[in-house]
Structures are given as structure tokens and as C-alpha cells.
């Protein structure tokens, strides 16, 4: 695949919002505009985001089918205790359909632990408290030596969606979401750069969380933050994913695996639960300074 095409590839989804966004304002300006030089230039904005989406489009399909993968990066899991696995690549890949925000390889882990459970999907309020979550308030770690290049933290935890019609709504509520890019999908998030170039992000943490700043050197096992809620978020839990590049709205996703976990009944070692399947993770230090 040329370099061209890996490039345009790369910026698709910021192609695609900007021509939506063009497409939108060319025509309600031309609704409101007198008839003009101003008007005939703005008349040609919905035109010019066609053509940016056929070819983010035309890029997107073909490219998708030639990007390369490599074997898994073995990582420390974000979270120690019983978690299941929701939107795994150990299922699917992508795993939340789409390669979008460098989620090809991400993974969600929902809180189960064994003297409490998750609140039923359907049952109660349709939007419950996020704080009804046992994931919620949960420590999350680093997932990597490395340094810290992103960190957002103000992002309110909403109430979870509890019901088909709370889910409906998120997904509106997503839409326009997606119109202020990657961090108001993933919420309040923490980015580290490893030793070896991967970035680990970690995400939908709880505002007010994060225990680390831009520039800081963590150690895997490290806390740097808490499960919330915010983002675009059915309910607490922690999204994880690894990536090329810094930014979710160039980044491509890396294949993961977490170290020294236990799926289901099996012994701890290297792995990665499936959609439903449980995965249990002993308290361990840090790693040490090298």
C-alpha cells in the first residue's frame, strides 16, 4: 500500500466528520444567505464534502484489507480482580466494529466481583446511578512502561444506560459526540507512550481521577486513575486498546494480550477473554525501575 494512500487512510474519520460538518453548513448557510458571490461560493460547501467522503470511502475498504498485522503485544492488565470481557478481540476484530479512534484490538472489561454483582441490563431504572457499578471507583493501571503523553480528566460521569431505549439514546447522544472527535468518545483517558513506541490507552475513567500528568514516567501496574463513566459509555468500565500513533484520530490499533491472567477456570499466564468470559487478575506490584 503507497504512503499516499496510508496517509489519507490514517486521517479518514476526521475526513469524514469534516465533510459532514461541510455538507451541513454549506446547506443551511445557503438557506439564509442573499443571492450573491458569498452565496454561489457557499452553494459549492455541500459538493465539496460529497467528494471528501467518496474519498474517504474509497480509500477505507480497500485500504482496511492490506493494513498489516503483528503478533500480539503481551501487556500488564488495567485492572486486578474478576472482569468479564465485552467487545473482545478475541471474538471479532474489529472488536467494536469498526477500526475508527484505533479500536481495532480494543477491549472492555466489565466488573464482576464475586461477592457483588452487575446490575441487570433491562431491569429497574432506565438510567441508573453510575455509582450501582461495581466497576466504578475501581483502580486502573498503566498497562506499559512508558512515558505519559495524553491525559484528559474533566469529563462528567453520566448515568449508565440500563434499558434499549437508554442504549437508543446513547447512540444518538454518540453521534453528536462524534462531532467533537475521539475525546468525547473515549472520555476522560490516559495515554502512555512504552519503551518500545506502542501507546496504551486507557479510558472512560472517572473525572477527577487521574493520578498522573503529561510527561510522567509510569510503571506498568501503576495507578493512574479510576473506572468511570464518562464518554460514550453504556455503563462503568474500562476501555482498552493499544495504538501507533498518540492521537486516536491517526492511530491504528495494535493486536494486545495481558500478562499473568487467568480466563475462565484456566492458569494465570498470556491471554485475552472472549465476549462473556471471565478473566481474573492477582494483585501485583508495579514493575521494577529500569
Known amino acids: 500500500m503507497s504512503v499516499a494512500v496510508m496517509a489519507l487512510y490514517r486521517v479518514r474519520t476526521p475526513l469524514l466528520l469534516g465533510s459532514a460538518v461541510t455538507i451541513l453548513a454549506g446547506t443551511l448557510l445557503s438557506l439564509v444567505l442573499p443571492s450573491g458571490a458569498v452565496a454561489s461560493v457557499v452553494a459549492l460547501l455541500p459538493l465539496v464534502g460529497l467528494v471528501g467522503m467518496l474519498a474517504a470511502f474509497l480509500v477505507a475498504l480497500p485500504a482496511s484489507r492490506h493494513l498489516q498485522v503483528g503478533e500480539p503485544v503481551v501487556v500488564r492488565s488495567p485492572v486486578v480482580g474478576r472482569w468479564a470481557a465485552l467487545n473482545s478481540p478475541a471474538t ?9 479512534y484505533g479500536q481495532a484490538y480494543a477491549i472492555d472489561l466489565v466488573h464482576e466481583p464475586d461477592d457483588g454483582a452487575r446490575p441487570e441490563f433491562g431491569a429497574g431504572a432506565a438510567m441508573r446511578d453510575a455509582t450501582e457499578y461495581p466497576a466504578f471507583g475501581q483502580d486502573v493501571r498503566a498497562m506499559v512502561d512508558g512515558v505519559v503523553v495524553t491525559v484528559h480528566d474533566r469529563q462528567r460521569d453520566h448515568r449508565a444506560r440500563s434499558s434499549t431505549a437508554a442504549v437508543v439514546y446513547m447512540m444518538v447522544e454518540g453521534m453528536l459526540r462524534e462531532l467533537g472527535g475521539p475525546r468525547f468518545i473515549v472520555g476522560n483517558h490516559v495515554v502512555v507512550r512504552s519503551d518500545d513506541g506502542v501507546f496504551a490507552l486507557v479510558a472512560h475513567l472517572q473525572r ?46 495494535v493486536p494486545l494480550a495481558f500478562a499473568d491472567v487467568a480466563v475462565e477456570e484456566g492458569d494465570p499466564g498470556v491471554g485475552l477473554p472472549a465476549d462473556g ?10 514493575s521494577p525501575d529500569r
Do not use: F, I, Y
Not at 471479532?92 to 475508527?100: D, E, F, Q
Not at 493512574?224 to 492521537?247: F, I, K, T, Y
Not at 468470559?277 to 508495579?286: F, G
Open 277 to 286: 468470559e471471565r478473566m481474573t487478575v492477582a494483585q501485583q506490584a508495579p
Open 92 to 100: 471479532k476484530v474489529p472488536s467494536h466494529g469498526v477500526r475508527a
Open 208 to 253: 477527577g481521577s487521574v493520578t498522573v500528568r503529561e510527561g510522567d514516567r509510569v510503571r506498568a501496574g501503576q495507578r493512574v486513575g479510576s473506572c468511570g463513566n464518562s464518554g460514550n459509555s453504556s455503563e462503568p468500565h474500562v476501555h482498552a486498546q493499544l495504538m501507533d500513533r498518540r492521537s486516536a484520530w491517526t492511530g491504528q490499533g
